[in-house]
């Protein structure tokens, strides 16, 4: 059996991680390699391994996402407003499945931020695509897409998005335009994928940062209903450390 035509038989269909397990195989002694149905075993677990690694690392990629956050470095107590079962339940992802938002609000420096991209990153893990923004950056992208040409596109790969991260609401102004911009986003989401608000101000102070009271009614409707609320107590937890690891 001509092995080198194997294996460039799975390059060419493109079974990388066929490849990288048949080559290992390969390097054994003859008398330590598995027979052929523990081989097929291997070598379909070994694809499977690889292509999951591979959309992780894709979602990540695209997450953009501020931290590179995990769960276990999120500190919980009950003195903070986040325990560690209430954590543990928003990483298992039924949120997103359902459609459900997380609205996070907390003094500046206190991790909100830090735990939405925790949150994000367990969302990529999981296979779930995710969107990080700023609020200015999600603005400033919002009126490019506008001159280019881009916005529908843009705001249907945003709809589509199973979780969308965005940091800092109620910082920068919103004219009518973001406002409905943002109303057609969250319609859109509504009932389907989740959205992660951060947010310095008070969610019971969102509707008058909106304005316009329509319009504030309407996008606080769908911000808020069937929503994760947390509220992070306590002194800003940069003071003497790193950023990235509150």
Same mark, same amino acid.
């Given at each position: 059996?001509?092995?080198?035509?194997? @294996?460039?038989? &799975?390059?060419?269909?493109?079974?990388?991680? &066929?490849?990288? $397990?048949?080559?290992?195989?390969?390097?054994?002694?003859?008398?330590?390699?598995?027979?052929?149905? %523990?081989?097929?075993?291997?070598?379909?677990?070994?694809?499977?391994?690889?292509?999951?690694?591979?959309?992780? #690392?894709?979602?990540?990629? $695209? #997450?953009?996402?501020?931290?590179?956050?995990?769960? +276990?470095? /999120?500190?919980?107590?009950? +003195? $903070?407003?986040?325990?560690?079962?209430?954590?543990?339940?928003?990483?298992?992802?039924?949120?997103?499945? *359902?459609?459900?938002?997380?609205?996070?609000?907390?003094? %500046?420096?206190?991790?909100?931020?830090?735990?939405?991209?925790?949150?994000?990153?367990?969302?990529?893990?999981?296979?779930? #695509?995710?969107?990080?923004?700023?609020?200015?950056?999600?603005?400033? %992208?919002? =009126?490019?897409?506008?001159?280019?040409?881009?916005?529908?596109?843009? @705001?249907?790969?945003?709809?589509?998005?199973?979780?969308?991260?965005?940091?800092?609401?109620?910082?920068?102004?919103?004219?009518?335009?973001?406002?409905?911009?943002?109303?057609?986003?969250?319609?859109? $989401?509504?009932? *389907?994928?989740?959205?992660?608000?951060?947010?310095?101000?008070?969610?019971?102070?969102?509707?008058?940062?909106?304005?316009? /009271?329509?319009?504030?009614?309407?996008?606080?409707?769908?911000? %808020?209903?069937?929503?994760?609320?947390?509220?992070?107590?306590?002194? =800003?937890?940069?003071?003497?450390?790193?950023?990235?690891?509150?």
């Amino acid at each position: 059996m001509n092995t080198q035509n194997t @294996v460039e038989q &799975m390059q060419q269909l493109n079974l990388q991680g &066929m490849v990288k $397990r048949y080559e290992i195989v390969l390097a054994l002694p003859l008398h330590e390699q598995p027979e052929s149905h %523990t081989l097929m075993a291997n070598l379909a677990e070994a694809e499977i391994q690889y292509r999951s690694h591979k959309r992780t #690392s894709r979602n990540l990629s $695209r #997450s953009k996402l501020r931290y590179n956050a995990l769960p +276990e470095q /999120v500190h919980c107590s009950a +003195e $903070r407003g986040l325990s560690k079962e209430q954590l543990l339940q928003l990483c298992e992802g039924d949120y997103i499945a *359902k459609g459900e938002n997380i609205l996070i609000t907390a003094s %500046t420096g206190c991790g909100k931020s830090f735990l939405a991209c925790a949150l994000g990153r367990q969302a990529c893990l999981t296979d779930y #695509s995710t969107l990080y923004y700023s609020m200015s950056r999600f603005i400033e %992208t919002l =009126s490019a897409a506008r001159l280019d040409g881009t916005y529908v596109k843009w @705001v249907n790969q945003i709809a589509r998005t199973p979780l969308l991260i965005l940091e800092d609401f109620g910082l920068n102004p919103l004219d009518h335009k973001i406002r409905l911009s943002l109303l057609d986003i969250l319609e859109d $989401r509504y009932g *389907k994928h989740a959205t992660i608000i951060t947010s310095q101000l008070p969610v019971n102070k969102w509707h008058e940062y909106i304005g316009e /009271v329509t319009l504030a009614d309407a996008i606080m409707d769908r911000l %808020t209903a069937h929503a994760h609320k947390i509220e992070l107590r306590g002194a =800003s937890l940069r003071k003497g450390k790193k950023v990235s690891n509150p």
